[in-house]
Each structure stands twice: as C-alpha cells, then as structure tokens.
C-alpha cells in the first residue's frame, strides 16, 4: 500500500512526496470539524490560526464524503470519548483525594497506636479505623481499575 503522503509521477518508479504550491511537503492532516469528522486531507504545512487558512491554500481530500449517518455516528463518538475523558480526569482525582485522605487516616492510626503504648491502656476504635482504611483501599483499587479501563478505550 502506498505512502498517502506521497504520490507516483510518471517520471520516476518510486513514490515522490507531494508538494504544495508554496514549495513546501504537503502534510497528511485528520479533521475533526463536524462537518467531516475524521476525514484524512493533505494540505500546506504552514496554518494561520487566526484566519483559519493554510499557506498556499493547497488542499485536497484523501478519502470520499462521508455519508450523514457516518458523521453522525463519528460526531457522536467524539463526544461520547470527550466524556470519558472528562470522566477519568474526575474519578483520578477522586482517587488522590481519597489516597490524601487514607495516608491522613494512617497517620491517625499510628498516632493512635503510639498514644496506646504510651499510656498501656487499649484503644477500641484502632481495630474500626483499620476496618474503615482497608474498606477504602479497596475501593481505590477499583477507582483504578475504572480509570485504567477508561484509559485503554481511549
């Protein structure tokens, strides 16, 4: 299969890189726009992002239109992975926070257990606290796994 970036010209048997009319490579771009989500082109290198225009303008579609269903489905795509991304940044930060919050509870636990020892006498909610910490390292295992499993569909 050939390189898309490049084309075969009749003088040479091997593929030549195309070039746009400012001299320069064409690049190989995806668009994103809802209008032609994932859509392959080849165009100028050089993009103003003010004026939204390419170089010289050179610009070509790589593959065919897409059908209204196709955009549709692509769009809805782009979304849905958006969302869960979104999705996985929060559910991180749910996990640092409870990671904070489960260090500060072992530091509690330790406290706790120092003061036993110091005093002789037995504290009766150490063995709940312990319960309550490893209660939540289950559950930050699992907000891992969430957060990988979103990771890998993305």
Do not use: H
Request: with cysteine; charged share 25%.
């Amino acid at each position: 299969m050939s390189d898309p970036n490049s084309y075969s010209c009749s003088r040479c048997s091997f593929e030549c890189p195309r070039v746009c009319f400012c001299g320069r490579v064409a690049v190989v771009l995806t668009s994103w726009t809802k209008d032609n989500p994932g859509r392959r082109f080849e165009a100028c290198p050089i993009y103003n992002p003010v004026t939204k225009t390419r170089g010289c303008r050179c610009f070509r579609w790589l593959d065919e239109n897409q059908t209204t269903w196709q955009k549709k489905f692509i769009n809805q795509l782009v979304i849905e992975r958006k969302l869960l991304k979104n999705e996985a940044e929060m559910l991180q930060k749910e996990n640092d926070m409870l990671k904070k919050e489960a260090k500060m509870m072992k530091v509690g636990i330790l406290q706790s257990e120092s003061v036993e020892v110091a005093n002789g006498k037995k504290i009766e909610g150490c063995s709940l606290v312990r319960n309550i910490v490893a209660g939540s390292f289950r559950y930050l295992f699992l907000v891992f796994v969430i957060v990988l499993l979103a990771k890998i569909i993305m």
